[in-house]
DNA sequence: ATAAACTTTCACTAATTATTGAAAGTTTAA
DNA sequence: TTAAACTTTCAATAATTAGTGAAAGTTTAT
């Protein structure tokens, strides 16, 4: 495999895969773009390699910028505006990690509560739907603990300490 | 908040939730109402409830049933098919991550392989590629070791040993 | 101040994904 | 064996989501 189609490979799983971390194909391939290039790349070097729109790359860079992912870079001397991404694949899961607790995660688990919360009153209906919303509402709870415990540690803590454990 | 209201902010909510663990709408309200059902549904009590079409419901418990999430229930003397989910939230998380996993993340691990897996020329380009590459591919394979290794451990030793080191 | 160089916005269109419903298929009881 | 009771399939349609491109907005150099 040579060097162009292993990085158009690349670039098409990790967009394929967006869906998995809760993103876009553009925006996840601006990232994956972004993460293997040599230097910072401008909106219309990211147009023509991926072959988008400069409105689509627009909005997908901003929603980048807001997950905190991709930096603006100004090159003295240069009018044009520049982007990276965050190249530490540790803080770029961090990053991920936090936003989705924060995103999706958060916000299901305060129904869970409300739901869990209603008052029993008794029927066996009821007593399924509260018993089953709370076994729902701990186990998401604990994980999503777990995921801010470990996002809010140093770089190699997770590593560290999940490899002692599973190795 | 009365138990039908609170039943139905459920299933609407861990129907949009679905796209969180990847399947669709109408199948992760499927599974939300059996999941505080107290006892099997056909797919006419399904169908009512949830106001979807006959063919949806047959798919989509289809699709549950290949995930290994859903069971057909026969209930002696009656014609009609019955189904449950598994009620035990341990259990649903273990088979969730699992199918994940196989459908989604060891493929791209298998990606990633390949992509750095190329012959370094010793470009700048190739270099990098084959650098960042070979890092989310090491990392993306710990977390799936993770989850596997979680996925075949007896009910609660999960939970046991993470409390452990989170609490 | 102004005009060139650039970025953002947003109404429209395209692409993708989910849903329907009727026809075909299957099973069971008599 | 057949017909009623049920489930599955799938082409057509609807709903949702993503992408385009041109106009509006912003910044900078002169």
Do not use: C
Request: glycine share 4%; no cysteine; net charge positive.
């Amino acid at each position: 495999m040579e060097y162009q189609e292993a990085k158009e490979k690349f670039i098409s799983t990790w967009g394929s895969l967006g869906s998995l971390w809760g993103i876009n194909k553009a925006m996840a391939q601006i990232q994956a773009l972004l993460f293997i290039s040599t230097k910072p790349l401008s909106m219309e070097d990211i147009m023509e390699q991926l072959k988008i729109s400069r409105g689509n790359t627009s909005m997908n860079l901003r929603q980048l910028m807001d997950w905190g992912i991709v930096t603006k870079e100004l090159i003295p001397g240069e009018r044009r505006e520049y982007f990276t991404t965050e190249k530490d694949v540790q803080e770029l899961a961090r990053i991920i990690a936090k936003e989705r607790s924060r995103r999706e995660i958060k916000p299901v688990i305060k129904v869970l509560k409300d739901v869990s919360s209603i008052k029993n009153d008794k029927s066996a209906e009821t007593k399924e739907l509260i018993k089953q919303t709370k076994a729902l509402h701990d186990l998401t709870e604990n994980a999503d603990k777990i995921i801010n415990k470990l996002v809010n540690q140093e770089q190699n803590w997770m590593t560290k300490t999940i490899m002692k454990l599973f190795k």
